[in-house]
């Protein structure tokens, strides 16, 4: 099973970008879905979660009120919604499922770059 995001790209601070995730192999519907950024240099860090059924979102306080997470389980789709991108955004962005209480099934991740 490998998770797959995309979405991302070259955009302006202040700018929005919607990234996506799908699974193959498994649903993706069956488990909470995490999304997480690694910038250059830096460990890799928690963005956002989402409940199975998409009724509990928590979120990183850099991102709290810009980014919002959801889900469309019939579609097997996760996604991120990203506003008010600021450079300090700039990283790979990656998801992976919460299988009991372990995030795993990492895939490759989606390059996000938000220029001044």
């Known amino acids: 099973v490998q998770l797959q995001a995309s979405g991302g790209g070259l955009v302006q601070a202040g700018g929005s970008l919607r990234l996506s995730c799908v699974a193959s192999?498994?649903?993706?519907?069956?488990?909470?879905v995490g999304w997480f950024r690694q910038a250059p240099g830096k460990e890799r860090e928690f963005v956002a979660t989402?409940?199975?059924?998409?009724?509990?979102?928590i979120y990183a306080d850099a991102v709290k009120g810009r980014f919002t997470i959801s889900r469309v389980n019939a579609r097997g789709t996760v996604y991120l919604q990203m506003n008010s991108l600021k450079p300090e955004d700039t990283a790979v962005y990656y998801c992976?499922?919460?299988?009991?209480?372990?995030?795993?099934?990492w895939g490759q991740g989606t390059q996000v770059t938000v220029s001044s």
């Open positions: 992976a499922l919460n299988i009991g209480g372990e995030y795993m099934n």
């Open positions: 989402i409940s199975r059924t998409g009724s509990i979102p």
């Open positions: 192999g498994r649903t993706l519907s069956n488990y909470p």
